[in-house]
């Protein structure tokens, strides 16, 4: 069974800087795609990051330029690092990871249970 928990996240200053950690167990993250997501007050959730199995890197371009997406398959962890905060950034971010059930592009999600991210201006 996969299992995703999220943590690092907390409240910061502007122009501030946070990282999150992704534990992923049930799937090694060198052969996944892994992917975060955040959630504004009263917002959908958006994909904000994704790394793919061959190591790259995909970003929305609210954060682009200013979050990486890392991982350590030694420690079966993906991490998002967060420089230059904004007050737009505050959010509950989630990881995620997916896989298809069918060939119709049926999609089973896992999430964890996300952390909350809170930047004053």
């Known amino acids: 069974q996969v299992h995703l928990q999220e943590i690092g996240g907390g409240s910061v200053q502007a122009g501030g800087s946070l990282r999150l950690s992704c534990i992923v167990s049930?799937?090694?993250?060198?052969?996944?795609?892994i992917h975060w997501y955040r959630q504004p007050p009263g917002t959908q959730r958006e994909l904000i990051a994704t790394?793919?199995?061959?190591?790259?890197?995909n970003y929305t371009d609210a954060v682009e330029g200013r979050f990486t997406i890392s991982r350590d398959d030694a420690k079966n962890l993906v991490y998002l690092q967060m420089d230059s905060l904004k007050p737009e950034d505050t959010a509950l971010y989630y990881c995620?990871?997916?896989?298809?059930?069918?060939?119709?592009?049926?999609?089973?999600?896992?999430w964890g249970q996300g952390t909350q991210v809170t930047v004053s201006s």
């Open positions: 995620n990871y997916y896989i298809f059930t069918d060939f119709r592009g049926s999609r089973r999600m896992f």
């Open positions: 790394i793919l199995r061959d190591g790259s890197s």
């Open positions: 049930g799937v090694y993250v060198k052969f996944a795609n």
